[in-house]
């Protein structure tokens, strides 16, 4: 599965491991659901440790 088709991505912080789901987006960010991680702003921080997005690797 290529990056652009998955639909988690996970915190790779230690102690983390936060998975952004797409199906169903982000509450404590106001992300709605259907939104893939590719359309997160550049700013969007893992609601958990504060990670930026460079911080997330597809599973």
């Given at each position: 599965?290529?990056?652009?088709e998955?639909?988690?991505?996970?915190?790779?912080?230690?102690?983390?491991?936060?998975?952004?789901?797409?199906?169903?987006?982000?509450k404590?960010s106001?992300?709605?659901?259907?939104?893939?991680?590719?359309?997160?702003?550049?700013t969007?921080?893992?609601?958990?440790c504060?990670?930026?997005?460079?911080?997330?690797?597809?599973?």
């Amino acid at each position: 599965m290529s990056e652009e088709e998955s639909k988690l991505w996970q915190c790779q912080m230690q102690s983390c491991g936060y998975i952004y789901n797409s199906e169903k987006g982000c509450k404590k960010s106001k992300i709605p659901k259907d939104v893939r991680f590719e359309e997160l702003p550049d700013t969007w921080r893992c609601p958990l440790c504060g990670a930026g997005k460079k911080m997330f690797k597809p599973v």
